[in-house]
């Protein structure tokens, strides 16, 4: 079972920057795919970002491509996602999830295990 806990989130300006941390534990983390997804009032959760076990691959949502960059670093068990540029429609509760498996998954039904999600809001 693995236990997933975000970090970072806040209140930042349009235009700023504000980078996510998810630490990982019990579980083999490099065994692990890592997603970011993340859901705003009254909408759908969506994926923003994955990524493959290794690192090497990688998936963006097009609202986010070129602003934001995951990461990951298997020595500390923890997946980062830098935002950079951000806008008021990021506005949203961040969560990250974990599956076994060895491609950047980008659906929701295709995690097994999230954590309890990090709040960013996005003033204009």
């Known amino acids: 079972q693995v236990q997933l806990v975000e970090s970072g989130g806040g209140l930042v300006q349009a235009g700023g920057s504000l980078r996510l941390s998810c630490a990982a534990s019990g579980g083999t983390f490099n065994n692990y795919a890592m997603g970011w997804f993340r859901q705003a009032s009254g909408k759908e959760r969506e994926c923003v970002a994955s990524?493959?076990?290794?690192?090497?691959?990688?998936y963006y949502a097009d609202s986010v491509k070129g602003r934001f960059t995951i990461s990951r670093d298997n020595a500390k068990n923890t997946v980062y996602l830098q935002m950079n540029t951000v806008r008021p429609e990021d506005t949203g509760v961040y969560s990250c999830?974990?599956?076994?498996?060895?491609?950047?998954?980008?659906?929701?039904?295709?995690?097994?295990?999230w954590g309890q999600g990090t709040q960013v809001t996005v003033s204009s």
């Open positions: 999830a974990a599956r076994q498996g060895g491609r950047a998954y980008y659906t929701v039904d295709d995690y097994a295990y």
């Open positions: 990524i493959s076990r290794s690192g090497v691959l990688t």
